[in-house]
């Protein structure tokens, strides 16, 4: 049997703030975001890594956080839905989500944004197509894709007015 | 684990193991190593241009969290028979490089899988890095997959690599079929077919019509067994033709 109750420090980086942590070395990350660091902006759709909302950014790029140990994040530094508002202004794509009517029941929106996002940075003019695919990996049960797809493109456009 | 499919009694992360993220040119292959994420080789430069069946494969995998996570030492090692790289690696002719204490050995693709979600690696042995082969000049490749999403798995995939020369008569051909076995398999009887005939439509269209000659594919919740079958010689088709036109391009 695998011994369920060893527990082993961490340390991470979320959102600016290094945090430290004891924590059983069977728990997923997304567990740890939400319960041990109390962030449940970061939410559990599936839990099988299909869904995307526990989308996370890890040391830079996305990833789902229910496929990951906690103890696999050590020593990483960590996006979260939690980290993109500055002294409550929201991010130019959260801003864009709420002008947009890019959510519903709002249960994949941290997840839809941190796609969005890092397709962006990937990306900073993708076509209606390319937003399509930047985003196949979070699923929105409202359906509400067609505004989300708007939404990322007018991030886009606001992002590039801004840099020029 | 989630599953408790299988429950270890420890579990041990490279992630940490630098070397093994590398990817270099080597007499006449590449050489990438097993942690190289599907994203990286989708768009590593050295891929691109020199095997670019690899990088085409590892674009369509799942999305786009799951490319920058994922590896080609898990994908071949899980070796799932619908997942897409241990497809393309077969056809492109691969070698696994497995390691243990005991030191190093060469395992071709074609002795590396062995059954559904198993592999000829050893207990105490990883996949250290992948060789792939840099295919002559004249040669196309192609990977083509259905599947029900963009994010599924195939019901059927096609892996191609073809080699003309400047009568445009087919040299060499592999084509390896995902999705329809327990592995990956040839589809030797097109492979046979292809090989010495210039690639015309209509030799294109008969040799992919071999395609599904042995096969006794599952059926399953993705597509049915005759579905598989057919599919399986329609994109066999498509995926021969892409290659020939690409390996016209490259001659």
Redesign the interface.
């Known amino acids: 049997m695998p011994n369920l109750t060893e527990r082993l420090e961490i340390n991470v980086r979320v959102n600016g703030r290094q945090y430290q942590r004891r924590v059983e070395s069977r728990m997923l990350l997304v567990d740890f975001i939400r319960d041990e660091l109390g962030l449940t902006g970061t939410h559990i759709g599936c839990d099988t890594g299909h869904c995307g909302a526990c989308t996370i950014m890890l040391n830079g790029v996305t990833i789902k956080s229910c496929l990951l140990l906690a103890a696999q994040a050590n020593h990483s530094d960590i996006q979260t839905i939690e980290g993109l508002a500055v002294d409550g202004k929201l991010h130019p794509m959260q801003k864009a989500f709420l002008e947009q009517h890019a959510l519903q029941c709002g249960y994949c929106t941290p997840g839809m944004i941190l796609s969005s996002l890092f397709l962006l940075q990937r990306n900073p003019n993708p076509s209606e197509e390319e937003i399509k695919r930047g985003i196949e990996g979070n699923l929105c049960r409202c359906t509400g894709y067609l505004n989300i797809v708007k939404a990322v493109k007018a991030a886009a456009i606001r992002t590039n007015r801004k840099g020029t | 684990m989630?599953l408790r499919l299988a429950?270890?009694?420890?579990?041990i992360?490279i992630?940490g193991v630098g070397e093994l993220t590398q990817i270099r040119e080597e007499n006449g292959a590449i050489a990438v190593g097993a942690l190289t994420r599907h994203?990286q080789l989708a768009r590593n430069s050295i891929i691109r241009e020199k095997s670019p069946l690899l990088a085409e494969a590892a674009s369509v995998i799942?999305?786009?969290?799951?490319r920058?996570?994922g590896t080609i030492g898990g994908s071949l090692a899980h070796a799932d028979p619908t997942a897409d790289l241990p497809t393309a690696c077969t056809a492109i002719g691969g070698t696994i490089i497995a390691a243990s204490v005991n030191g190093s050995r060469s395992i071709e693709s074609s002795d590396f899988f062995r059954d559904y979600f198993t592999t000829s690696l050893r207990q105490d042995e990883i996949i250290k890095e992948v060789r792939v082969p840099i295919p002559p000049p004249g040669s196309g490749g192609a990977y083509l997959k259905l599947s029900k999403g963009?994010?599924d798995f195939a019901v059927v995939a096609v892996a191609v690599q073809v080699t003309i020369d400047g009568d445009d008569v087919c040299r060499t051909a592999s084509v390896v079929l995902g999705g329809v076995a327990p592995t990956p398999v040839h589809a030797e009887e097109t492979e046979r077919f292809l090989v010495g005939r210039r690639l015309e439509d209509r030799v294109v269209e008969e040799g992919a019509q071999k395609a599904a000659d042995r096969l006794s594919p599952p059926s399953d919740i993705r597509g049915s067994a005759e579905y598989r079958l057919e599919m399986a010689k329609s994109v066999t088709k498509r995926a021969v033709g892409l290659s020939a036109s690409r390996a016209r391009g490259s001659a």
């Open positions: 989630k429950s270890p009694k420890a579990l992360d992630n994203d799942a999305d786009q969290q799951v920058n996570r963009q994010n």
